[in-house]
């Protein structure tokens, strides 16, 4: 039984393999099967199940267990960046820069808790780092801090993992009960916020159709194109019908003539604007499709030639006798504007005859399985870029030694641009939301897992010795930025309850945060809305904010 025995307290990769995958094994399965009203720890669970092993006396190589801590936080950090990337700079219009300012405010009042904390205390800037991203359920800001602080002092410190483990639990609770005081404080009831979420959802639709008979003058005569230099809002035109009672399929170079009867599909922001072409007119657009074959339809582009062209430079309209209507993006509807660059996976809403369409899905490919196999080359290319990069020595004005991004910042800076603008340079960056799930999931696994291991043996003396305060330090930096930013978005900015919770889970990063929010309401989606708005700048913020903290306070 030898063997046997080695396999669990030995040495060497093969007992370090069985001893890791085992630990995640059952970090997973206490994920889904402990929860207290709905609540759980989540993968979280595979951080204290390392650490009660490593306190049992099972130990890890200290390579294997270094090679799995970064490739994971790499892995784990590099597919949120991409996941993030094509949303990030969009985030900041529309309205979201209000948004985005108060997360801001949020995990900046966090981090000054910290240091404050720090300064009163006396407790070292390494253990009060990992006491913050325990209490905010950040784990991306846990291994940036980590690596900061192992290239500074070329090893690691088990006390921000363990500061992180013991404010983690307290994270997730405080969190619930900070969105449950300010709907008790102001007195919340959630029938009345969904009629003030419907009577405003009238005015808010993203992309909607108007059809009018054209009566300005100024219209006689212009292109369709020209519509734009008119009005300054952005129309797509997708049906016409003459005044001779013909309809036709209008492109970009189609005359206008007062009489005429159209269809707008525009921004809803932009229909006071179009109102000034005509009048409003009911059209049997349905009949006369059924008397010119005219279809609509949904198309998904899966040609690889097709990312990152723009509309216009398709020419659909004049090869095809098509028009492109609307495109539907990660969840989103876009209007499909001549200077929109398509991506893989884009649903696009496509308007013409028959034949015509066909030949359309022949254009953008229409054949999902293509979307199933996961671009393993761009993921490899953008990691290198993303190591190089966290690599650099950067001078910073009042440190010592150069600054570097590390592993986390530098993979996460190189994910939201190849996200972005990828697709400008015609890089495929699609991945399916399983694929990216996959990576995401291996890598936190890997990462806690190899984090437990390694913080597990002085885990325990150091919560008996003193360490049991850092849960009261971790309340703190939990609640009081949530309060103190809902209580002024509430009163001051008049944020609904569904767009405020969204926007506490978001600046924390917290999946249950996210599922309580969510559940709040069956008939909006503003609380998932303003999570996705805010969580890729919040995840920037936190993980740039890790290394900083090391780098200025240790």
Request: glycine share 10%; proline share 3%; hydrophobic share 50%.
């Amino acid at each position: 039984m030898t063997w046997f025995t080695d396999l669990f307290f030995g040495t060497g990769i093969a007992h370090s393999i069985f001893v890791m995958t085992l630990v995640i094994a059952l970090g997973l399965y206490l994920s889904e099967k402990l929860k207290i009203k709905g609540i759980t720890l989540g993968i979280t669970w595979i951080l204290f199940c390392a650490i009660g092993f490593s306190h049992a006396g099972m130990q890890i190589d200290p390579l294997v267990e270094s090679f799995a801590k970064d490739l994971g936080l790499l892995l784990f950090v590099y597919s949120i960046g991409l996941q993030v990337g094509p949303g990030f700079f969009n985030s900041f219009s529309q309205g979201g820069m209000k948004l985005n300012m108060l997360a801001v405010c949020i995990v900046l009042l966090g981090c000054l808790i910290a240091v404050a904390i720090h300064w009163l205390s006396g407790e070292s800037m390494a253990t009060m780092t990992g006491v913050l991203f325990g209490a905010v359920t950040n784990t991306p800001g846990l291994g940036a801090a980590q690596q900061a602080y192992q290239d500074i002092m070329s090893t690691d410190n088990p006390d921000i993992a363990s500061g992180y483990a013991m404010a983690y639990p307290l994270g997730v609770v405080g969190i619930l009960v900070s969105m449950l005081l300010l709907k008790w404080f102001f007195r919340i009831k959630l029938d009345n916020e969904e009629e003030q979420v419907a009577r405003e959802k009238g005015d808010e639709q993203q992309v909607e159709y108007v059809d009018m008979t054209l009566t300005n003058p100024q219209v006689e005569g212009i292109r369709v194109r020209d519509l734009k230099l008119l009005t300054h809002v952005t129309i797509v035109v997708s049906r016409l019908l003459g005044n001779d009672g013909v309809e036709v399929m209008p492109d970009a170079d189609t005359i206008l003539h007062v009489g005429d009867k159209v269809r707008f599909v525009i921004d809803h922001k932009s229909q006071r604007t179009v109102m000034l072409l005509g009048e409003l007119t009911d059209v049997a657009w349905e009949e006369k499709e059924k008397t010119v074959h005219l279809v609509s339809t949904h198309v998904v582009v899966t040609r690889p030639k097709i990312n990152g062209k723009l509309i216009r430079d398709l020419k659909v309209r004049e090869a095809l006798h098509i028009t492109i209507t609307r495109v539907r993006r990660a969840g989103i509807e876009l209007l499909a504007t001549s200077d929109l660059r398509l991506q893989l996976g884009d649903r696009l809403t496509v308007v013409g005859d028959k034949e015509a369409v066909d030949k359309v899905a022949q254009v953008f490919g229409n054949a999902t399985k293509k979307l199933d196999t996961p671009n393993l080359a761009s993921l490899f290319i953008g990691i290198v870029l993303g190591v190089t990069l966290g690599s650099l020595p950067i001078m910073l004005p009042g440190l010592s030694q150069p600054f570097k991004l590390g592993l986390a910042g530098g993979a996460l800076i190189v994910s939201i641009l190849i996200g972005a603008f990828g697709t400008k340079y015609h890089i495929v960056t699609y991945t399916t939301t399983s694929a990216n799930l996959m990576i995401r999931e291996i890598g936190i696994a890997l990462f806690l897992a190899a984090v437990g291991f390694g913080a597990g043996q002085s885990f325990i003396p150091t919560l008996l010795n003193g360490g049991y305060v850092w849960i009261g330090y971790g309340v703190l930096i939990t609640m009081l930025p949530v309060l103190l930013v809902g209580f002024i978005a509430r009163r001051r900015m008049h944020l609904d309850y569904f767009t405020l919770c969204g926007l506490i889970a978001g600046s924390t990063t917290d999946p249950p945060a996210l599922a309580y929010a969510t559940a709040q309401s069956s008939v909006n989606d503003r609380a998932a809305v303003a999570y996705s708005t805010v969580y890729p700048l919040t995840m920037f913020l936190r993980v740039l904010s890790g290394q900083l903290l090391i780098l200025l306070f240790l």
